[in-house]
């Protein structure tokens, strides 16, 4: 699994040094952990003893998520084998990193849903990779925080309980920021090969329990407020 502190930031790996010189970052370079960094260790409710196995498997989350986001290529993974890697939601059929590509992305993949459209708060398919990375960093300027409340089991099959929270400080589709936090809990499944790169992805979360916290802000008068807190093309100091 990832160590932690190696590559430029104290919870991430893989984000600089010579392993990653040809890196094709999506926002033109490495993102800048500095702030949700802050966030994490303010909110965080555990602190796991440096070189233990919550530890270990909470930087592996962190980084695997900072290459989803953020890594243009997945031939540029290094948690991951990008040719056999899949992921599912709620007991959903398993996808590939092509399919997932096809979705709009990550945010876009958590955020699937069986609902009609009239009822979709957040309607994964009216969004692409791009609007679903301006929605979320415009609600949360500091960024969307990740802790391992518990590790159950791993390696090689890591099962473990996370918590994701932010605070909304900024408006969501169209409704106007609180100011309180957001959060939700799941469950995750990661499954490492010979070589511990992560070969299979289930998540276990209600998508309610994210989107509910969203919807609390009075409705906004115009969408013209909204687009106009959303102008920010690099959308670094996001995950």
Not at 136 to 154: W, Y
Not at 186 to 208: A, C
Request: net charge negative; with cysteine; glycine share 12%.
């Amino acid at each position: 699994m990832a160590s932690s502190g190696s590559g430029g930031d104290k919870y991430r790996s893989f984000l600089t040094g010579e392993g990653e010189k040809n890196t094709k970052w999506r926002f033109g370079g490495p993102p800048n952990y500095d702030v949700v960094n802050k966030l994490f260790e303010e909110g965080r409710t555990k602190i796991w003893p440096p070189g233990s196995l919550e530890e270990k498997v909470q930087n592996l989350v962190k980084t695997w998520e900072m290459e989803m986001f953020h890594k243009a290529s997945p031939d540029d993974f290094k948690t991951v084998d990008p040719k056999k890697l899949t992921l599912s939601l709620n007991g959903r059929k398993a996808q590939s990193l092509a399919d997932v590509g096809k979705l709009g992305g990550g945010y876009n993949f958590f955020l699937q849903t069986a609902l009609p459209e009239n009822l979709r708060f957040y309607n994964p398919e009216d969004e692409n990779l791009n609007s679903a990375l301006v929605a979320f960093t415009t609600t949360f300027p500091r960024g969307f925080a990740v802790e391992v409340l518990q590790v159950f089991a791993g390696p090689p099959v890591i099962a473990y309980k996370f918590r994701h929270w932010g605070y909304m400080e900024g408006p969501f589709k169209g409704h106007a920021p609180t100011g309180e936090i957001v959060e939700f809990f799941g469950i995750g499944i990661m499954e490492l090969d010979e070589n511990e790169k992560i070969v299979k992805v289930e998540f276990y979360f209600d998508r309610g329990e994210l989107l509910g916290g969203l919807m609390r802000g009075a409705i906004l008068g115009s969408s013209g407020e909204e687009a106009s807190a959303t102008s920010c093309p690099f959308m670094r100091n996001t995950g």
